[in-house]
């Protein structure tokens, strides 16, 4: 009988590094840190329509292109800002999606105000601790929940775009509002709580 070396890891990630050690170090790992959870909103509406690692090759630029994702610093682009990054090679270069960056960035900036964080706002859809998934196969994750889809409509009554269901649901993947990883995988336990 042979041991293997090699973890068992979520179907998903395949054989690239940089989806790897995304998917090792920081899917479905709960964040609560606000500038954090505004990157993810950004990146997972930019993602729309794309597949995710082309995203994540894009990461380092889009931190660098949205003020390390500051919503303060983010509300103040203008249009001279929005042409620049229209220009940017680095991101995703659809005038929607960095539009809606900036408006999210408002309406971020007003569930802080009013939630006292946005970390505060988000946890609250699963009362404040991750859901625990048992999939057997990555066939059976969904693409959409109901808490899912009450986050989208609750984020777009507060003003966000690009926060359809299925934008919502991967978000909550990825900052562990939900752990998705599949029984099989090491990361699945590790993120039992």
């Known amino acids: 009988m042979t041991t293997s ?8 990630t395949g054989a690239d590094q940089l989806y790897r050690d995304y998917h090792d170090l920081e899917w479905g790992v709960p964040v609560h840190d606000d500038r954090l959870l505004f990157e993810f909103l950004t990146l997972e509406g930019a993602q729309a329509g794309l597949s995710w ?30 042409a620049e990054l229209l220009a940017n ?18 309406a971020f900036l ?5 939630f006292g964080s946005f970390d505060a706002y988000l946890w609250r859809f699963v009362d ?15 693409a959409s929940t109901p808490v899912s889809d009450s986050l989208s409509r609750d984020l777009k009554k507060h003003g966000f775009r690009f926060v359809g269901s299925t934008i919502c649901y991967a978000m909550m993947q990825a900052v562990g509002m939900v752990n998705d990883h599949t029984v099989d995988c090491f990361r699945w336990q590790e993120l039992q709580q």
Request: hydrophobic share 35%; with cysteine.
């Open 128 to 142: 404040g601790r991750p859901i625990q998934n048992s999939w057997r196969s990555i066939k059976e994750v969904p």
């Open 110 to 114: 007003q569930v802080q105000e009013q």
């Open 53 to 82: 690692i082309t995203v994540l090759r894009k990461r380092e630029s889009y931190r660098a292109a949205f003020s390390g994702f500051d919503p303060e610093l983010v509300a103040r682009f203008d249009e001279q800002k929005v």
């Open 5 to 12: 070396t090699h973890p068992t890891r979520c179907a998903w």
């Open 89 to 106: 090679p680095g991101i995703v270069r659809n005038r929607l999606k960095i539009a809606s960056t900036i408006s999210n960035a408002h």
